[in-house]
């Protein structure tokens, strides 16, 4: 507990050296899964079109990703940044929330998917966990989604959000809205599009306890993440401790002034083994 208390306090120290202010959220992240078993449904679906995707335990466990029912010190954190960053949400009026960070890698796509299960494990919610980081696309590595599963095709205005949507067994009110693994072709541009801003208004209206989980890009390495941010409701910014440079997280959060950042996430990579290889798919 002291650990968690003063890695807090480092984060509080961060975020005021970084400039930002306000009584936000921060949350630490700092324990790899331990792989807990089982499934758990709650209640029903939010939306009864989408297609089912089975989703091993074996592949979660391998990229990081907590089940509902995970009891881990991970998990608890996540179920704590889950209910205060629900708060923040419902006081604002807020739906949609965009994972962001300065660079690659800080573990963006670890924390969308992770507070999203966490979001949707909460019965008053449901959750969309949209993948629109189209320069390096890992929802589906995480979920073991297909090639066909694309959200860029929605985007392109070829398919339909319906037509896209995941629902992941075992996480009742989750859904997944992946990219295609390695589809960077035409992807400069396309979250500029209107019908990027179309596809989140109607994620967004469709259901009103919905939350909408954006896996954004990162800020500092290309436009993406800027186009989208005015398009979320708030921000979550990720820290990855040891790794992200101070100067880095205060050029991001600079560029970040038309939405607000509801939170600081620290991820600890540090402290932690080496990610293993890739998933088999
Ligand atoms: N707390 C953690 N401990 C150990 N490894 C982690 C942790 N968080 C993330 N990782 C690992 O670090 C790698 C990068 O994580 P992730 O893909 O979530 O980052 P990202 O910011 O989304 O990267 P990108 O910029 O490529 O989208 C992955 O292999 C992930 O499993
Ligand atoms: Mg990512």
């Not at 319906?162 to 295609?180: C, H, N, Q, S, Y």
């Not at 019908?195 to 954006?214: D, F, G, M």
Request: overall charge neutral.
């Amino acid at each position: 507990m002291d650990k968690v208390r003063q890695a807090l306090d480092r984060a509080r120290a961060e975020r005021a050296a970084a400039g930002i202010e306000g009584d936000r959220v921060v949350a630490t992240i700092e324990t790899r899964p331990e792989g807990a078993a089982g499934d758990t449904s709650h209640g029903p679906p939010s939306s009864a079109l989408a297609r089912a995707l089975a989703v091993g335990a074996d592949l979660l466990d391998r990229h990081r990703v907590l089940r509902p029912d995970d009891r881990s010190p991970a998990a608890q954190a996540f179920r704590m940044l889950r209910t205060q960053i629900l708060q923040r949400m419902r006081e604002n009026g807020w739906q949609t929330l965009g994972v962001v960070s300065a660079r690659s890698l800080d573990g963006k796509t670890t924390v969308a998917a992770n507070l999203a299960i966490a979001i949707a494990a909460d019965p008053r919610h449901t959750a969309v966990l949209v993948d629109l980081d189209l320069h390096r696309p890992a929802v589906a590595k995480l979920f073991g989604a297909g090639a066909d599963d694309d959200v860029a095709e929605v985007l392109r205005e070829r398919s339909t959000v319906d037509a896209m949507m995941l629902k992941p067994t075992g996480m009742e009110r989750l859904r997944l809205l992946p990219a295609r693994l390695g589809g960077a072709e035409g992807a400069p541009g396309l979250v500029a599009r209107p019908s990027c801003e179309a596809l989140l208004s109607e994620l967004k209206h469709r259901y009103t306890n919905r939350i909408i989980v954006v896996d954004m890009p990162p800020l500092l390495d290309n436009d993406d993440a800027l186009t989208l941010a005015p398009l979320c409701d708030c921000l979550l910014f990720v820290v990855a401790e040891g790794r992200t440079a101070r100067g880095d997280v205060t050029r991001a959060l600079t560029l970040l002034r038309e939405t607000p950042v509801i939170g600081t996430v620290l991820n600890n990579c540090s402290s932690l083994s080496p990610a293993p290889a890739p998933a088999q798919r």
